[in-house]
Structure formats: structure tokens, C-alpha cells
């Protein structure tokens, strides 16, 4: 079964979604840090992560 196309406003619609349940979120790892590059990959790879599960499961 081939994957559904990845269109722009699926994956805004995506964005959206995993921005406003991750800023709910208590991200005890991220306390104290203000390298920027260490907390952009740490969202970077929990977008990835939830990304890939979400469109899986479709």
C-alpha cells in the first residue's frame, strides 16, 4: 500500500498539532540549557519521532 502524498498544509496542519501538545509538556531534559542548537535538535527529533508514528498509523 502506497503512502498517502505529503501535502504543505498536512504537514502545517502537523506542526501545529505537535507544537501545542509539546508546549503543554514539562521538558525536564531542556531545564538549565541555552544552547540553541541542543534544544532546536532535541524538538527537531520529537517532531521527527512523532511525525513518522502519526503518519504510520494512517
Not at 4 to 24: G, H, M
Amino acid at each position: 500500500m502506497m503512502k498517502p502524498k505529503l501535502t504543505i498544509d498536512e504537514l502545517v496542519k502537523s506542526a501545529r498539532l505537535f507544537c501545542e501538545k509539546e508546549s503543554r509538556k514539562n521538558h525536564a531534559q531542556l531545564i538549565g540549557k541555552n544552547d540553541g542548537k541542543a534544544v532546536g535538535t532535541y524538538v527537531e527529533h520529537n517532531f521527527k519521532d512523532t511525525f513518522c508514528r502519526d503518519t504510520a498509523s494512517k
